[in-house]
């Protein structure tokens, strides 16, 4: 089975090429036999949670895993006959201190395996930190807090927020798909600096629609808005019907209060 992930920034190949990400396919992956696993794209990959990493730490982990890219290249280059495969081979018995046959020094040499498993360590430690978490976790503890994680992130999406990898293109009404669209951009400000809202929106059947148009509403205005004026940007919406929205958006730190309403 083929999954292609397409994404342009090397951050996500340093998350997903972690021995954090590893654990987590292994145990939700498939098994095609022989201890053979099978990395199911709706199991490893969607529900995986990603870290909240900073800029610094993003930086850091698209940085390792360039090296890791360009290194594997350059010596599969080198040596055509080189494969993947054989390489990690090699890798894993380093890792785990293993006596190494005359192939695997042959492939050790051609590949630099210990250069790539210095190159994995580092992005193990990079995106353990940005996780918030020690590097040196067992493996079942690693798998707990990612499903606890995972749990606390279906949460946030029953409230409405998302956290897109692709935003501009996964969002529903991301800017760059309106843009793409020719449509106009909910909330423009006019010449004169004065906001210009939309037509009343059709108001989402489901709470999670509900929760996640609301939070928009309020993310995009130029200015704090008060219940009032978010129940009017909706068609035949009661602020009374609003304000609990508004409390557990602010709950989740999804949204804040001022004096003048609610900002994003």
């Known amino acids: 089975m083929l999954v292609a992930i397409a994404l342009d920034d090397a951050y996500h190949l340093g998350i997903l090429s972690?021995?954090?990400h590893v654990v987590w396919a292994l145990a939700a992956?498939?098994?095609?036999?022989?201890?053979t696993p099978r990395y199911n794209k709706t199991r490893c990959f969607d529900p995986f949670p990603f870290p909240n990493a900073t800029p610094a730490q993003q930086a850091r982990l698209r940085q390792l895993a360039e090296q890791l890219d360009?290194?594997?290249k350059r010596q599969q280059a080198q040596h055509p006959t080189l494969?993947?495969?054989d390489l990690y081979n090699v890798v894993e018995k380093l890792?785990?201190?293993e006596a190494l046959t005359a192939k695997d020094q042959t492939i050790n040499q051609q590949g630099l395996a210990s250069v790539v498993?210095?190159?994995h360590?580092?992005?193990h430690t990079a995106v353990a930190e940005a996780y918030g978490w020690q590097n040196d976790l067992p493996e079942s503890e690693i798998l707990t807090r990612l499903v606890r994680l995972n749990h606390e992130?279906?949460?946030?999406?029953l409230a409405g927020h998302i956290r897109y990898l692709r935003p501009d293109y996964q969002q529903p009404g991301g800017a760059a798909v309106q843009q793409q669209l020719g449509l106009a951009l909910p909330n423009a400000v006019s010449a004169e600096g004065v906001a210009t809202p939309d037509a009343p929106r059709e108001w989402p059947k489901e709470l999670a629609g509900q929760m996640q148009a609301v939070r928009d509403v309020v993310q995009q205005a130029p200015q704090p808005l008060t219940t009032a004026q978010v129940a009017a940007r909706f068609e035949k919406l009661k602020p009374d019907n609003v304000q609990p929205l508004l409390d557990t958006l602010t709950a989740l730190a999804l949204l804040r209060t001022t004096e003048q309403g609610y900002v994003g």
Do not use: F, P, V, Y
Request: charged content about 20%.
């Open 18 to 20: 972690s021995q954090i």
């Open 29 to 35: 992956g498939g098994d095609l036999g022989g201890n």
């Open 70 to 72: 360009a290194h594997r």
């Open 83 to 85: 494969t993947l495969t």
């Open 95 to 97: 890792r785990g201190s």
């Open 117 to 119: 498993l210095s190159l």
């Open 121 to 123: 360590q580092q992005l």
């Open 153 to 157: 992130r279906a949460a946030e999406e």
